[in-house]
Structure formats: C-alpha cells, structure tokens
C-alpha cells in the first residue's frame, strides 16, 4: 500500500485545490439529488468491446428532474491493465433547483476519446480514467417570455477519475462484496472555457456487489459541486448514485 500512498496524496490535494475555488461563486444551491445509473459492456472480440451506459437524474429526492444522457463507445483492449474508447454521449439538462442554473432545458451533444488504465495490489483495485470531451452545447436565448435554443457553442472539457475498489467478501475466490472511495474533477479548456478552471467535481464512496460474473449493483455517494459557466453559481449537491452494471460477452458465440 505505501508504494500508491501518492496517489492518495493527489487526492486529498485536488480537494485542497478545488474547495478555495468554491467560495469565489457569487450565489451557492444545493439539491439532495437521486441518479439511476446503467452501464452495459459488451465483448465483441478478445480486444473489442461495445459499452452503452445511460442515466436518469433526479433533484430534491424524485420531485425534479435534472438530467439524462445516453453514452455509446467502442472500447479497445491495448494491454491486460489499459483500455481504450471513443465514444458520444448526448445529454439534456432541465430546469431544476433554485435559483435553477439554467433558464430553459439545454441539450448537449459530446464527441470523446478516453484512456483507462487499471492495477491491483492485494485486496485494492485501482482505476485512473481520463477523457478528453469535445462538446456542443446548446445556447438558449429569450424570446418574449420563453428561452429557446438559439444555436450550439463548442466547448472543451477534460475529466480525469481515480477509483479505489476494496474487496471486503469473497465467493469461491471471486470478489463479491468491496468498497469504493475515488474523485472525479471535469476542468474546463480552451478560448470558450467560461469564467471558471473548474466544471465540477465529485466525491465518490460506496459499495459494490458482484451478483454474477455478468451483472453488478453499487449504491455510492456522492458529492457534487458544479460551477456554471460564468462563475456566478455553484451547486454543491448531496447525492445517492444507484448503478447496475453488466458484462456480456458475445466473442465466444
């Protein structure tokens, strides 16, 4: 465990870099938020995969929706520890919270490239993904009373996610039952980046539980902290994560 104690470090000093940013916001919300979340993977061949993955989004318990998005990628297996996508994701973002961070719903269409390089030791999985998200995103402007969507801005996006997994039970060998603690900050690039470094970021702890070698459920929390694009609001969200997760494989068929 000593020889990964930097990357803990890391952690701990990410969170040290993004709490000062926080209090720069002028106007700070927050909603107790409920996501149902989906990923599928699914082996093509020994090297190639397809993932799907979607999620319904929920503010303030059930009672507001806050978002969806569907994400297909093709997956490529370069080594046993790093794996490779590109994929496309498209999202729409409603009216939600108060003072609500947008005005009207707001569709977002990404296309992204992703490098995910996992490594165990002992009882501890580690999981490092960075994606590079080339986004369009949508643009409302007011007529009358109403907003609609007037055109589309591209903007860049990096995310980069370090995951711990922590086997707690086992069954015959195999891993069922682990723990999961890790963080993920989004940092805004380029001439279009808005006003602020930081998009979001978010806190994850949680558990797993591997049903079968294809299905897995996690109940995780996190906690979210998003920044909107001319730094004038955060959000600083509490939020309970259910996932189901499964891996099929149909190179063998």
Do not use: C
Request: charged share 20%.
């Amino acid at each position: 465990m000593k020889k990964y104690k930097h990357f803990l470090v890391a952690l701990v000093g990410l969170l040290g870099i993004l709490l000062p940013n926080s209090s720069r916001a002028q106007t700070k919300t927050s909603n107790n938020d409920v996501w149902f979340h989906y990923v599928g993977k699914n082996m093509l061949t020994k090297k190639i995969s397809f993932t799907f993955e979607a999620t319904m989004r929920y503010a303030n318990g059930v009672s507001e929706k806050q978002q969806y998005f569907v994400r297909p990628s093709l997956d490529y297996q370069f080594t046993k520890n790093l794996n490779g996508s590109i994929g496309y994701s498209h999202y729409n973002t409603y009216v939600y919270g108060n003072p609500a961070l947008n005005k009207t719903d707001i569709p977002e269409d990404h296309f992204w490239i992703q490098g995910t390089f996992v490594h165990l030791n002992g009882k501890f999985k580690f999981t490092h993904r960075l994606r590079d998200e080339f986004r369009f995103v949508g643009i409302p402007i007011k007529n009358g009373s109403d907003y609609s969507i007037d055109r589309y801005d591209y903007r860049n996006r990096l995310r980069y996610m370090f995951l711990m997994n922590y086997t707690l039970t086992k069954k015959e060998d195999k891993v069922k039952l682990f723990g999961i603690l890790g963080d993920e900050a989004f940092f805004n690039l380029g001439s279009n980046a808005g006003k602020t470094f930081f998009n979001q970021n978010r806190i994850i702890g949680g558990l797993g539980y591997n049903i079968d070698k294809n299905q897995q459920i996690q109940l995780s929390y996190i906690h979210q902290n998003i920044w909107n694009y001319t730094n004038t609001l955060q959000e600083s969200n509490p939020t309970i994560r259910i996932s189901y997760i499964t891996n099929l494989d149909f190179s063998r068929n």
